[in-house]
Structure formats: structure tokens, C-alpha cells
Nanobody, 126 residues
Framework: QVQLVESGGGSVQSGGSLRLSCAVS?????????LAWFRQGPGKAREGVAS???????SYASAVSGRFTISQDIAKNTLYLQMNFLKPEDTAMYYC???????????????????WGQGTQVTVSS
């Protein structure tokens, strides 16, 4: 059974940086997969932030492109999201998610992700 556990969230001032981690267990990187970061701010719908994998390209939402970087350390079974130049509008609960098949869906759409972590809170103050 695949499990995802996020960590690294916290409070930071505008312009600061954070690195989120997602520990991945019960998962084989030799198979087809896409891992992604999503976020959900107060009163907002869940939105895709970045994706990486064998069935999806490394992609970023336009709102974070150039500021956030997704990466993975397969040896450590860990997915990362480096977030620089944070803005108050980045405040949200951040989730990592995984799927074995996108079936033509956009990698940053939450529709086809079958496994989700519990989330880690990121708060950016102005």
C-alpha cells in the first residue's frame, strides 16, 4: 500500500523560502507513475502546483513557475518542493499525491490521483 507523508511546512515572511518533503513508501519507481504537489488555500479549490514522473512531464502551475522547483530523490524515496520568493497568496495546505495512470488528464488536475498525503501547512505573511 502506497503511503505519502508530507513535512516541512511552516510560517515564513514574504520573500522567504521553504522546502517541503514527501516521504513515499510502498511504491516502486520502476513502474509508471506521476507524483505531484497540490495546494488548497482557505475557501479555494485544490489546485495543482507541480508534477514529476515517468508518465508526466515536469510541470508547474503558472503561478509558481520560476519560483518553485519539484524534485525527487529515488534513493531516499522522497519527493521535494523547493519554494522560493514566497508570497502571501502561496498560503495553503500543501499535499503530495501519486497516480499510476493519468488517462489523458492534465498532470496538475487532481482528478486522477489515487493516493494523497495528509498535508502540511504553509503560511506566508506580508
Amino acid at each position: 500500500q502506497v503511503q505519502l507523508v508530507e513535512s516541512g511546512g511552516g510560517s515564513v515572511q514574504s520573500g522567504g523560502s521553504l522546502r517541503l518533503s514527501c516521504a513515499v513508501s510502498g511504491f516502486s519507481y520502476t513502474e509508471y507513475y506521476c507524483l505531484a504537489w497540490f495546494r488548497q488555500g482557505p475557501g479555494k479549490a485544490r489546485e495543482g502546483v507541480a508534477s514529476i514522473g515517468t508518465i508526466c512531464s515536469t510541470s508547474y502551475a503558472s503561478a509558481v513557475s520560476g519560483r518553485f522547483t519539484i524534485s525527487q530523490d529515488i534513493a531516499k524515496n522522497t519527493l521535494y518542493l523547493q519554494m522560493n520568493f514566497l508570497k502571501p497568496e502561496d498560503t495553503a495546505m500543501y499535499y503530495c499525491a501519486g497516480t499510476r495512470a493519468l488517462d489523458g488528464y492534465w498532470p496538475l488536475s487532481p482528478s486522477k490521483y489515487t493516493t494523497w498525503g495528509q498535508g502540511t501547512q504553509v503560511t506566508v505573511s506580508s
